[in-house]
T-cell receptor, first 114, second 111 residues
Framework: ETGVTQTPRHLVMGMTNKKSLKCEQHLGHNAMYWYKQSAKKPLELMFVYNFKEQTENNSVPSRFSPECPNSSHLFLHLHTLQPEDSALYLC?????????????FGDGTRLSIL | KQEVTQIPAALSVPEGENLVLNCSFTDSAIYNLQWFRQDPGKGLTSLLLIQSSQREQTSGRLNASLDKSSGRSTLYIAASQPGDSATYLCAVTLNNNDMRFGAGTRLTVKP
């Protein structure tokens, strides 16, 4: 139990669907992260939120839309995805962003695009 | 641009063997280096963290070394067990706080 919970664990969707991934942390952290992990490729940082404000957007296509309503919750809204978006999406949190705090990872959502 | 490479991509060993996993990075300007373990369908669990000023860290049967000047780190696993089977990821934290990950080494320890 890492204190970071992601739902759903698995998601299969068509390219025209709209779905959302959810991440919740119970660690009292202020920074939250979305990563994409494709098969046999390094983790790619997608978004960073610090105190609910987006601080990083690593050239992620607009079909991925993050939302951070408070420091404990992070969402990733998905629409009109492509087959190459199939991957494991990992959420992480840390005490703060910018002070080299260790990140704690959730177990991820395995996303498959038909 | 910092790139992190892990060799080999996959490794299979019999139980009881000592083994070494390798990680290399292209830019020595790092803040720290971490080794993570990832089980299938799971997130990342931090195993060892080495600050840039340190040379090694040990935890149980695991020993990680860091040679910042040559851009290399190794993870040594002593007396491997089937429960050690997992993917091991190396990641460097840059001085701007961003992390760069390697693609991992998938380890299988056969009984």
């Amino acid at each position: 139990e890492t204190g970071v919970t992601q739902t759903p664990r698995h998601l299969v969707m068509g390219m025209t669907n709209k779905k959302s991934l959810k991440c919740e942390q119970h660690l009292g952290h202020n920074a939250m992260y979305w990563y994409k992990q494709s098969a046999k490729k390094p983790l790619e940082l997608m978004f960073v939120y610090n105190f609910k404000e987006q601080t990083e957007n690593n050239s992620v296509p607009s079909r991925f839309s993050p939302e951070c309503p408070n420091s404990s919750h992070l969402f990733l809204h998905l629409h009109t995805l492509q087959p190459e978006d199939s991957a494991l999406y990992l959420c992480a949190s840390s005490l703060n962003y910018g002070n080299y705090q260790p990140q704690h990872f959730g177990d991820g959502t395995r996303l498959s695009i038909l | 641009k910092q790139e992190v490479t892990q060799i080999p991509a996959a490794l299979s060993v019999p139980e009881g063997e000592n083994l070494v996993l390798n990680c290399s990075f292209t830019d020595s300007a790092i803040y720290n280096l971490q080794w993570f373990r990832q089980d299938p369908g799971k997130g990342l669990t931090s195993l060892l963290l080495i600050q840039s000023s340190q040379r090694e860290q040990t935890s149980g049967r695991l020993n990680a070394s860091l040679d910042k000047s040559s851009g290399r780190s190794t993870l040594y696993i002593a007396a491997s067990q089937p429960g050690d089977s997992a993917t091991y990821l190396c990641a460097v934290t840059l001085n701007n706080n961003d992390m760069r990950f390697g693609a991992g080494t998938r380890l299988t320890v056969k009984p």
